[in-house]
């Protein structure tokens, strides 16, 4: 059961341009989501979190919308530079599992020069 | 900024071999230490999670005879895989957390490449 899904593998931009990647979640009991980006053959790298109490949360050329209703949160990114080509994972915390992630599939973001 | 140290990061190795994975926390007591395992294209999976001084706990389908956790001090936590199989090569890799404010951001090692002949 994936209760966190990035139904979007890849995800293909130009550099200036905005890059959103999506995330969907199942479980309602989740109070906090957070971004990680990766490389390979590397850990996660922390980006920026949210908490389910907020709706929007804003971090320099990063922003995380929350949707609740929806179920729903996007990672944005303005504008798109060639560094950010990588794997980005959403993640999720809630209930009663303190510190425990659960992480969506990951999508790979490419930046075109 | 917070580092978590994974050792080593590549091992390649033969079937029925024991093999140790260290993390350690370089700048913070690690009070809660957390084991994952990513195949190909997918994504990381939780296999454990480990507090300091305890046993760890670990999540369904992972066989605790197989991977075992010690989690012996505020900054160190090793994952030991028994009698590693072929099946069992993968990309491990661990974060670890302080006790602290509510979803606090993990911080993850470099993670380990396992490959089992």
């Known amino acids: 059961d994936q209760q966190v899904k990035q139904n979007s593998p890849s995800l293909s931009v130009q550099e200036g341009r905005i890059s959103i990647l999506n995330c969907d979640y199942t479980n309602s009991m989740f109070d906090y989501f957070l971004w990680y980006k990766k490389y390979p053959a590397e850990g996660p790298t922390f980006l920026i979190s949210?908490?389910?109490?907020?709706d929007k949360n804003e971090d320099g050329r990063f922003t995380v919308f929350l949707n609740k209703s929806a179920k729903h949160l996007s990672l944005h990114i303005v504008p798109s530079q060639p560094g950010d080509s990588a794997v980005y994972f959403c993640a999720a915390i809630g209930g009663t599992s303190y510190g425990k992630l659960t992480f969506g599939q990951g999508t790979i973001l490419t930046v075109h020069p | 900024g917070a580092v978590v140290s994974q050792h080593p990061s590549w091992v390649i190795c033969k079937s029925g071999t024991s093999v140790k994975i260290e993390c350690r926390s370089l700048d913070f007591q690690a009070t809660t230490m957390f084991w994952y395992r990513q195949f190909p294209k997918q994504s990381l999976m939780l296999m454990a999670t480990s507090n300091e001084g305890s046993k760890a706990t670990y999540e369904q389908g992972v066989e605790k005879d197989k991977f075992l956790i010690n989690h012996a001090s505020l900054t160190l936590s090793t994952l030991t895989v028994t009698s590693a199989h072929p099946e069992d090569s993968s990309f491990y890799i661990c974060?670890?957390?302080?006790?602290?404010?509510?979803?606090?951001?993990?911080?993850f090692g470099d993670g380990t490449r396992l490959s089992i002949l």
């Open positions: 949210i908490s389910s109490i907020k």
């Open positions: 974060s670890a957390i302080s006790r602290g404010r509510a979803g606090q951001p993990q911080h």
